[in-house]
């Protein structure tokens, strides 16, 4: 008889402390944002992007979440089709 | 007499420091930091020079879309009142002159774009978003400053502007 | 500041400047665009291809609207396929809508999906948020996303449905001036018909068709960091972990490499390793009854192991106007199972894949 396995609640947990801990963070502001504004141009150059063309990107994960067994947490829409 | 302008300054920084806010060099009301830039096509420009006229800074780059969306806007008011005594001032803040020069031209920039490459006046005013507009008054004090952009702040520009030169 | 995370927000180009990092108390949108592409998927007998277009249009400043039509002409020829029946062809169309609005430092994406083919409809909405905070130094993401399938048979017709719920949360940070880093976290549920109508399971030699469980939960957690190296250059990492209810775990490892050269050319290289461990109730041949079984090699015991590159080429640019960029993308995959046989040789199954896009994209 085969018995499925229960999901480990402590993910739920760790989000909320990490949300929880950005939140106090700005809260006090006594650390200041140490990487300014004018310093971000090489952040928003092409090659800094995790993801540059969202249908390009889609496809591909769409090509991998019908063949693997995993799926999520990749940082395109989510949302697959779910086809078969 | 009222507490010298460096005491001033000093008060100021230190009670922002307390406070746990961004240093206010820039505090509104203390004088703006003296600077000199070169200008994308013409001589170098100096801050201090400005005085007697009313002074828009506006610190920009042309990878940061708000600020490409506040230049007609900008460019706008500095036609407006350029005859009544207001001088503009765009400082780009790219490492690429190039870059700079060809978007400055594409938005049709109307009023002197200074070039901050190494960031050092950026830094002096300790800039703490993209763009800063900063508003400067006739005796060279910093009466207003505008932290980013939103729809509609063209219009408090104007009208501070109007209050200025009426000064 | 905002970066492509968990999820919607999309990141900038270099015209586009919409690194919404770059500005406190601003979120922007994202760049109109027009892409067209042409995609070609290849391997283990089955081909997949068809052309997909997007368009994405700014209205009044503040909302960005986008829409999406993708069609995929499937040759159906795999080792499902060709050993307990014959080789079909099918055409899936799937479109999608989006609004994008942005309040403030937040961005709030709503979308709509719609997929169907001959014997499967798929539709969903989703609504992403992504809020800058600590300066812009750091977007937190919220998403969730419903969905609601029709199974069919294309002998019999639609008899069964399928629901799916997501939940995202992201958080990307910037480290340092040229260092970003991202956490991501998606959870699905899915309830209803899991399997598939067509796919057969095996016990003691013999088929039978398989059982798969009505639900199923799973969990993902992936990190990445991307940082320039030299001017230029730029290297990132990514690791998943997913584990469900059904058994499976999985690892993913990305390892990527990008460099601009001239003003015109930027290429991608990056290596994609993949390994599985199999569902609980996945058996090649089962020798025991159980109540769940099933034979689907997407839930067996396996390991891939991807190479690819991505070329870009900027053919036009008008500074602070738009771009037009020429794309190709090619991925080589190997797929080794290690308790899945291929019926056809006895031996445990293996093959490659391959995956083309070619595509133009215009950036306004």
């Not at chain 3, 905002?2 to 770059?22: E, F, I, Q």
């Not at chain 3, 970003?180 to 095996?202: H, K, Q, T």
């Not at chain 3, 199972?337 to 215009?362: C, H, N, P, W």
Request: hydrophobic share 40%; with cysteine.
């Amino acid at each position: 008889m085969l018995r499925l396995l229960s999901i480990r609640t402590g993910a739920g947990a760790h989000a909320a402390a990490l949300i929880g801990s950005v939140l106090l963070l700005c809260g006090c502001g006594s650390i200041e944002p140490w990487v300014k504004p004018y310093e971000r141009e090489r952040l928003a150059s092409p090659i800094m992007q995790f993801s540059r063309d969202g249908l390009a990107d889609k496809h591909q994960e769409h090509v991998r979440e019908v063949r693997e067994g995993a799926r999520g947490a990749t940082g395109v829409q989510g949302g697959g089709c779910g086809c078969n | 007499m009222t507490i010298p302008s460096t005491l001033r300054v000093l008060l100021a920084l230190v009670l922002s420091a307390a406070a746990g806010l961004a240093s206010a060099v820039t505090a509104v009301g203390s004088p703006a930091p003296d600077f000199t830039l070169r200008v994308l096509d013409g001589p170098n420009l100096r801050l201090q020079e400005q005085r007697g006229k009313v002074v828009l800074v506006n610190f920009w780059a042309t990878w940061c879309g708000p600020c490409r969306k506040e230049m007609p806007h900008l460019n706008r008011i500095a036609d407006k009142y350029r005859s009544s005594g207001l001088v503009m001032l765009g400082i780009n803040v790219d490492d690429d002159v190039r870059n700079a020069a060809d978007v400055a031209a594409k938005l049709g920039v109307k009023f002197p774009v200074l070039l901050d490459t190494d960031k050092k006046v950026s830094k002096l005013y300790d800039l703490n978003s993209m763009p800063s507009t900063l508003v400067i008054d006739r005796s060279g004090r910093v009466r207003y400053l505008h932290r980013g952009y939103q729809d509609g702040y063209e219009d408090l520009y104007d009208k501070q502007i109007r209050d200025l030169l009426k000064e | 500041m905002r970066r492509k995370h968990s999820h919607t927000v999309r990141a900038a180009g270099l015209l586009g400047g919409a690194l919404a990092g770059g500005v406190a108390d601003a979120a922007t949108l994202p760049d109109d665009r027009a892409d067209v592409m042409f995609h070609a998927y290849e391997g283990g007998g089955l081909r997949a291809s068809g052309p997909a277009i997007l368009v994405r249009k700014k209205l009044a400043d503040t909302v960005s609207l986008s829409g999406s039509y993708y069609v995929d002409m499937v040759s159906n020829a795999s080792i499902d396929v060709v050993t307990t029946a014959s080789p079909y062809k099918e055409t899936r169309n799937e479109y999608n809508l989006g609004v994008d609005y942005v309040v403030r430092d937040a961005t709030v994406s709503v979308t709509t999906s719609h997929s169907k083919e001959p014997d499967y409809i798929a539709a969903s909405t989703s609504i992403d948020v992504a809020q800058e905070v600590f300066g812009g130094m750091t977007t937190l993401t919220l998403g969730y996303t419903r969905g609601n399938d029709q199974v069919g048979r294309k002998d019999i017709g639609f008899f069964d449905t399928a629901t799916h719920w997501r939940y995202r949360l992201g958080m990307t940070q910037i480290l340092s001036p040229t260092w970003l880093a991202s956490a991501n976290m998606e959870a699905v549920s899915d309830d209803g018909f899991l399997g598939s109508p067509y796919r057969v399971a095996r016990i003691f030699g013999s088929t039978v068709p398989e059982s798969n469980p009505r639900t199923r939960t799973s969990r993902a957690v992936k990190f990445r960091v991307i940082g320039e190296v030299a001017a230029g250059n730029a290297v990132r990492a990514e690791y998943r972990y997913f584990w469900d209810t059904w058994g499976v775990k999985a690892h993913t490892a990305e390892f990527g490499y990008a460099r601009n050269f001239s003003d015109l050319w930027l290429v991608d290289w990056y290596g994609r390793f993949y390994t599985q461990q199999r569902a609980l109730f996945y058996s090649d041949n089962a020798t025991a009854e159980t109540t769940y079984l099933s034979r689907n090699r997407q839930l067996s015991t396996f390991k891939t192991t991807g190479l690819g590159a991505k070329v870009s080429y900027t053919a036009k640019r008008v500074p602070g106007s738009y771009e037009i960029k020429l794309n190709g993308a090619y991925e080589l995959v190997r797929f080794k199972f290690a308790d899945f046989t291929d019926i056809r040789s006895g031996k445990a199954y293996e093959f490659d894949a391959r995956v083309l896009q070619l595509f133009m994209s215009v950036i306004f």
